[in-house]
């Protein structure tokens, strides 16, 4: 018994002093586990930090890096004599322990800086024996680090609320500013929290964290740590609380640069520095809630836009709906990666290639009514306008986005060709066989995302060259080495810069769209801009797909429910939207021209046959061709038909047609009134094809039975436009005789 006692009284003692010696484990020092990871902008705004493994947010900081306010307010808050003990205080745990047997519980710590910081590495009950095992760890740790190495790891782990670990992510938490920028009067706020994060948390009880910074700042008085006039000042001083909203910043975009990274790879790093322009985001979500605000009574409950840098392919914003937090809209659903029916902006790539094959810009196709067998049976689109157009060019047919043409190209070139150039454009969403897809894939029967697409656009913009898109910079590892962004696949080219071109140039047409849109709509611009609306079927999803040399946008509206909307189209629905956004990206800039590659050529042609002209056709019109591709052949439109006569006119011996008939208007044109200009200067001209010049002094020209007035040689007569359905003829008189010309019908819209 005696040496049992002996034991207890000599040995354990004994052997407790010599593990004290013991070095402290350098493993629990390390600061990946409480290190949260950053998500930042191109100008390194935060947008989103992710909580750590310990769950809260914690940066790293050295001691330099913090005020020096800080660091003698939390020396005067937890430990004044820090710099003098090894790691426990004796009298604070005398007068500790006797408190604690006098009420049978821990009531008062007497901790120690160093204590407190074993016992954010160890966290556990708080009992006596945990105190005593707490005091044994200290000695241990103070003979492993200095005490500057102790205060960085203390003032980087101690909590702060909120889930804030560390004065750096506490101030900017709090104040929104770095730490090294903390006066004294906010060193000392941020100071007073740690005695208890919960009870002085500074939302809740604003008024007790700042009684307790009062009293430290008398305390840091007596202590000679500042003068008395410092301690008026900070008394006195304002303080800017933040206010307790989480930063959740781009959440969408957050999302989806999170989702490329791993998760085994995301627990090693401290930030990532993406591409998104937070100012320009900002812009964006404005214009996008105003724009849908404006369409309020439209059946349109949600928006998303993406902006693509067509260089490098980064990411400069994303807007996946109109607000995340909006339940009743679904605003958690990423409308930039959902898959919906894209209507027409899939035409340029079936365009694209049919000038791969043989067709050209000046190629005319049968707008007429037609029918198509699919596996489902007979199928006959119709056209948005519900209108048949004749003949017209490939340029004409693109730009005014017909659907019959399109579905006669795709027929000619067969749907498997275009399903295999889509998927190598990136378009993952057509999980389908080509088959099941059919003619009707031109028209947007299957479903894509808004990213697809302009992510397909984009490379249409580089002239061929397709690249995946770039939403991370670089990232930043936990020891602040950065680390590469992921790697992208190679760029590959998908259609030749000719052929690219040559969309291109159509889809910034201003005057090749006027018939469906008229001469002023949401994609007319003072700089090159090429774009694309689509609208699905039954009014569900309206997108405007675009870019000018720099940019590439994509803009949808609808509803996530795939509610319809109230005749809602892609040109009213998204392009007011698009243009506001394209405008903003280039404030400021005059805009550039889209570059011109090698191979391209102009020529002029005839309109109305897309062949070289004659002296005999009534116009001609300037195209461009890869080179080659250009026509050889001269109009046989207006050469000679087996009732053709040869005029004195034909002096190079080309033969006119005898037929008498309107050149322009075509029959079924549609013009649209230009609401800014004024009515007097919005007229067209009225021409006439007259095979015999000889004995015909002049032509009559009659607009719905009314003689509206004649003209001589060249037979011409400017008509001004106003609303309504007009029926077209010119009249003269031969050899004594009347003639009259086919019939021409028009409508004039307002």
Known sequence: MKKLLLLVLFVVPGLL????????????????????????????????????????RCRWVKLEDVSPHLLRATIAAEDKLFFLHRGVSALS????????????????????????LVRNLYPGRRNIWAKLREAWLALRLERTLSKQEILVQYINRISYGNQAYGIEAASRLYLDKPSFQLSLAEAAFLAAIPRSPTLLNPYRAFGAVKKRQVDLLTKMLELGLITKAERERARTEDLCLLPATERFRAPHFCDFVLGQVPMMDRKDLSAIKTTLDYELQQKIEILLRNDLSAMEGRGIGNGAVVVLENSSEEVLSLVGSRDFFDEAHDGQVNGVLALRQPGSTLKPFTYGLALENGLTAASLIDDSPAQFSTVEGHYRPQNYDRRYHGLISLRAALACSYNIPAVAVLQAIGPDLLYRRLQSLGFKGLKQDPGYYGVGLTLGNGEVSLLELARAYAAMARQGLFLRESPIIHLVRKDGKEAPAPIREEVERVFSPQVAHIITNILADQDARIPSFGYHNPLSFPFPVAAKTGTSKDFRDNWTVGYSPRYTIGVWVGNFDGKPMHNVSGITGCGPLFKDIMLLLHKGEAGTEFPKPKGIVTSVVCPQSGLRPTESCPGVVKEIFIEGTEPRELCTHHRKRPDAVITADDRKGEWAPSHFEISFPRNGDIFKLDPVLRKEHQRIKLRAVVPWTKGIAKIEWWVNGDKVGEAGSPFSLFWNLRPGSYTIKATAVRDGSPVESPPVKIVVLT
């Open 93 to 116: 745990m005398l007068r500790a322990l006797l408190q604690n047997l006098r009420h049978g519980e821990v009531v008062s710590g007497g901790s120690t800086i160093t204590q407190q």
């Open 17 to 56: 002093v010599l593990t004290a010696f013991l070095p402290f484990p350098k493993s629990r020092l390390g600061p990946g586990h409480v290190i949260s990871l950053r998500l930042l902008d191109r100008n390194g705004v935060l947008l989103r930090e992710v909580l750590s493994d310990e769950g809260g």
